[in-house]
């Protein structure tokens, strides 16, 4: 029976998670006469003294018992196994008389039984010469038919669960033609996958074995023969996660994590890096992620290479020895050991669900819904385009050098637009050093709004160009400007924060802006909060105030939530939507036109399985699990900052500038604590309890319930018209000052 081998298990008690195997198969007894006549006998034959072993009934051969190994706890083996070293070590005339007695029972019962049959029964009485010739002409034919895990099973019997024996070399070409060892043959090598081509075939997580099969039962690991017999078994916890893949099973539990070789070797590994999971046992190797890295564990050495993948994987790779492809939501990506070697943009809807799998030899992508596709050669693929599909196809692969070498001269606009896109795909920098000839590249407005976007980011690492206009540097200024020209004219395009994603189509961008967002928000700009410098005094604000109509009053700043969990803050729809692999964040206009979106990684639903969304004072805070918190600008949708909080449930959160101001419920809590983006923490008593809040800038304006009004965190008294410093309720910034119902009080210049 075949073991369902690259999956990721947990086996409860009474649950038999694994294994194709026999149900028949059970553990081997461990105690009992028969194990005292087993072990009598043994003990007779060291003397040299073979009448014990021949004085066995065939039960104990045809329904064996384990006996522990001497070398590894909690591993036991079947007692035959023991037989032929038992023998080795008996002077010439003994061995030669207790061979010929045991091959004498192995003839009688093998009798005119033939086939599998014989084979089967032969592996119960190796040593004895009849058997050994009838299990190695089973092994060759084996061999001969391409059943190549059988034939290393067989050869696993005959050399007494030793690597090697008789035909070292054969089992070396077993092995990589099987394609589950640590080297395959070239043959079998992965391609480096160009476009995946939908197909009617049915894919399968890939299966297999080596020489023996893996069959898990509550509390044991069982390694079973090419007959389903039990070779030897190793207890482990009711509870333990075990993955098992050809050659090897791995195990963590109460006792740690450790690997079971084929021949029953225990070999204790170094923790896991926190968070990992584990995802398969193949060529010769654990596999297991951490977020976006892979990593890969030498079962033979213990040797950890790390796997940049970009993302995180949607499932087990398919492996080839060293080889493994990998899946993420955007890429395919081969690597060699730890070296990347190809990584293609799939272009695929994949998220969670999605797998790798095989059909025959062939890779193929599986999703959630039975639709498959074949991965072929990306060499075999460009054999059949043009010179366009072909750069296309390339810039995918991001083998850009060889993309711009057929794509030559920008003759026409399609080939204009693929250069383009094969150096913006290179990164900010690279648009930069190529001056102003990129621009001669652009066919639409928004290739030249891309390359002006490049510039800019290469002008700022951080994506705040676009937001912090009011500091834009000179070299800035003119970039803007030119963005602002570009929107006069034409609406139909759209920006982004990430520079990376500029050679990307702007559906696949994370963050993307729309033109008519940039639009509104730079119009806004003329009514920008511009706060001037406090007195010395301490007088923030005129203390007359001035009637303003309706009209003029700003729009309440409480964001109304809407029957489908949707908020609606003026005139604009604020919307979570969340998936097993992305978060996103989408405002629309009051014309039903999306302004902008966001998506991210989330946490995971086991440690963040609730989220909220807030709109306030010009920032949206989404909050995963109550300990992490993302802020974004609520006009261009540009990430702000994201903070890890213990507790964000019981208090308000301001965004000052870069930092997240917490403070507890109004009028009880009196701390202040301030967590920057990088984690650190500080923490300041305020004299008083707050009776409301407002951010400055990058202050939190807090009137205390004492009466006095202090700029925190500095604490700096500040003196506020008597109206003010007795509401419950905070004022609204404007452009002018401070308004409260239909009072305007102007800051004091």
């Not at 301030?674 to 309890?689: E, F, I, N």
């Amino acid at each position: 029976m075949r073991r369902a081998a690259w999956s990721f298990v947990w086996f409860l008690a009474g649950v038999l998670g694994a294994g194709e195997a026999a149900p028949t198969v059970r553990p081997l007894a461990m105690s009992g006469a028969a194990l005292e006549a087993v072990d009598h006998a043994l003990i007779r034959l060291a003397r040299g003294d073979t009448s014990a072993v021949e004085a066995l009934p065939l039960s104990a051969f045809l329904d064996p018992v384990a006996r522990p190994d001497p070398h590894h706890d909690g591993l036991a083996r079947r007692w035959t196994t023991a037989l032929p070293a038992a023998l080795a070590r008996l002077d010439a005339t003994a061995r030669a008389h207790a061979l010929t007695r045991l091959d004498a029972r192995y003839r009688t019962l093998a009798g005119n039984r033939s086939g599998s049959e014989r084979a089967r029964l032969a592996s119960a009485f190796l040593p004895a010469p009849a058997a050994m010739n009838d299990l190695r002409r089973a092994g060759d034919r084996a061999f001969d038919l391409g059943r190549f895990a059988d034939y290393l099973g067989m050869a696993y019997l005959l050399a007494g669960g030793a690597p090697g024996g008789d035909d070292t070399r054969r089992q070396e070409v077993a092995l990589q033609l099987s394609g589950l060892g640590p080297q395959v043959d070239v043959s079998l090598h992965l391609p480096s996958p160009g476009t995946p081509v939908p197909s009617a075939g049915s894919g399968v997580v890939p299966q297999g074995h080596l020489a023996l099969r893996w069959l898990i039962v509550p509390g044991w690991v069982l390694a079973c023969d090419p007959f389903g017999e039990v070779v030897w078994q190793y207890r482990i916890d009711r509870l333990a996660q075990v993955t098992t893949g050809p050659g090897a099973v791995m195990v963590r539990d109460s006792s740690g994590l450790r690997a079971l070789a084929e021949n029953g070797t225990v070999t204790t590994l170094p923790p896991l890096p926190s968070g990992a999971r584990v995802l398969t046992i193949a060529g010769g190797a654990a596999w297991f992620a951490t977020g976006e890295r892979a990593w890969r564990l030498v079962l033979a050495d213990g040797a950890i290479q790390a796997l940049a993948l970009a993302a995180p994987p949607l499932g087990a790779p398919i492996v080839r020895g060293p080889q493994s492809l990998w899946l993420t939501a955007r890429e395919l990506l081969l690597f060699d050991g730890e070296r990347l070697v190809h990584r293609f943009q799939h272009r695929l809807p994949a998220a969670s669900g999605w797998r790798l799998g095989v059909d025959g030899e062939r890779p193929v992508v599986m999703a959630d819904d039975q639709r498959v596709w074949r991965l072929e050669s990306i060499a075999e693929q460009l054999t059949h385009l043009d010179a366009l599909a072909q750069a296309e196809l390339l810039i995918r692969a991001r083998r850009y050098d060889d993309a711009l070498r057929v794509l030559g001269e920008p003759t026409n606009d399609a080939r204009r637009s693929l250069i383009l896109r094969a150096h913006l795909a290179q990164g900010p920098a690279h648009i930069v050093a190529q001056g102003d000839v990129a621009f001669t590249w652009c066919v639409n407005t928004q290739d030249r709004a891309l390359v002006l976007l490049a510039h800019l980011a290469a002008s700022d690492p951080h994506g705040r160009a676009l937001h912090a206009v009011d500091d834009a540097t000179p070299a800035q200024q003119p970039l803007l400007a030119a963005l602002d020209a570009l929107s006069a004219r034409d609406q139909d395009w759209w920006l982004t924060d990430r520079g990376g994603d500029l050679g990307d189509d702007s559906a696949l961008w994370d963050h993307a802006c729309s033109a008519q967002a940039w639009v509104e928000w730079r119009a806004a700009r003329a009514n920008a909060v511009m706060i001037p410098d406090i007195a010395s005094d301490g007088v923030l604000l005129e203390i007359t105030a001035q009637t303003i109509a309706q009209e003029q009053r700003p729009p309440t700043g409480s964001a109304v939530r809407q029957s489908d969990g949707s908020l609606l803050l003026a005139g604009h729809t604020f919307r979570l939507e969340r998936n097993l692999d992305a978060m996103t964040v989408t405002c629309h206009g009051a014309d039903g036109v999306l302004r902008w979106r966001h998506r991210w990684r989330p946490a995971s639903f086991l440690s963040a399985p609730s989220q909220t969304i807030n709109v306030r004072d010009g920032v949206v805070l989404v909050v995963e699990g109550g300990l992490r918190l993302n802020a974004f600008d609520a006009a261009l949708g540009q990430r702000r900052g994201m903070f890890m909080v213990d507790d964000l449930a019981s208090g308000t959160a301001f965004l000052l500038a870069d930092t997240l101001a917490l403070i507890g419920p109004l009028g009880i809590d009196t701390q202040l604590t301030l967590v920057d983006g990088r984690g650190v923490v500080r923490t300041s008593t305020m004299p008083a309890a707050a009776r409301w809040m407002l951010p400055l800038g990058q202050d939190l304006l807090v009137m205390g319930q004492d009466g006095s009004a202090r700029l925190m965190p500095a604490g700096r008294m500040v003196t506020l018209p008597q109206a003010l410093s007795r509401s419950r309720s905070a004022p609204r910034v404007v452009a002018a000052g401070l308004v409260l119902d239909d009072q305007l009080w102007r800051w004091k210049r």
